[in-house]
Antibody
Framework: EVQLVESGGGLVQPGGSLRLSCAAS????????MDWVRQAPGKGLDWVGR??????????QYAASVKGRFTISRADSGNSLYLEMNSLKSEDTAVYYC???????????WGQGTLVTVSS | DIQMTQSPSSVSASVGDRVTITCRAS??????LAWYQQKPGKAPKLLIS???SLQSGVPSRFSGSGSGTDFTLTISSLQPEDFATYYC?????????FGQGTKVEIK
């Protein structure tokens, strides 16, 4: 059974940092692209960024709103995806999901999400 | 960036009704569109990919159509478990973008 489990969310002050993790199981993690998607309270879905697989040089890509502040990495040996978030702003407050990317670039599996609250 | 516009933003319907949600892309995306269902407090669930391919396990009352810039999600006979928010997402290019959502409510 495919499972994605996020962790690491919490309350952080503006300007602070936080590292989210996504533990994957039930599939060959190293073969897949993985994305982070967030959802502010009561709002819609917002793409954060992408981690490509080894065959694509582990390249990453980011939304303009987080570029230069957020960093996505992965550890295929541990079946884990990470999101390092720096210089956090109140507008980064959201539930953060990791999601598996299909061959048709949809998201077929999502984690349960982890809430990040940026507030003083 | 490709803008995705859904309509309506909400719809009130009864069990058994036919419900249609539309999604328009700001530029052509071929058939590279997905639809998701989200219930409160839960992660989105993939219903349809490639505009019309039903995911395994999704009831056949859900169907998708369209290509280019205009797409539709149809629920042929609304069931109690279908009351949720629905999102379209373009899978054509990065950054990935989603419609603003359509909330299907009980009439």
């Amino acid at each position: 059974e495919v499972q994605l489990v996020e962790s690491g969310g919490g309350l952080v002050q503006p300007g602070g940092s936080l590292r989210l993790s996504c533990a994957a199981s039930g599939f060959t993690f190293s073969e897949y692209f993985m994305d982070w998607v967030r959802q502010a309270p009561g709002k819609g879905l917002d793409w954060v960024g992408r981690s490509r697989n080894k065959g694509n040089s582990y390249s990453t890509q980011y939304a303009a709103s987080v570029k230069g502040r957020f960093t996505i990495s992965r550890a295929d040996s541990g079946n884990s995806l990470y999101l390092e978030m720096n210089s956090l702003k109140s507008e980064d407050t959201a539930v953060y999901y990791c999601a598996r990317v299909t061959a048709t670039y949809a998201y077929d599996y999502w984690g349960q999400g982890t809430l990040v609250t940026v507030s003083s | 960036d490709i803008q995705m516009t859904q309509s309506p933003s909400s719809v009130s319907a009864s069990v058994g009704d036919r419900v249609t949600i539309t999604c328009r892309a700001s530029q052509g995306i071929s058939g590279e569109l997905a639809w998701y269902q989200q219930k409160p407090g839960k992660a989105p669930k993939l219903l349809i990919s490639d505009a019309s391919s039903l995911q395994s396990g999704v009831p056949s009352r859900f169907s998708g159509s369209g290509s280019g810039t205009d797409f539709t999600l149809t629920i042929s006979s609304l069931q109690p478990e279908d009351f949720a928010t629905y999102y379209c997402q373009q899978a054509h290019s990065l950054p990935r973008t989603f419609g603003q959502g359509t909330k299907v409510e009980i009439k």
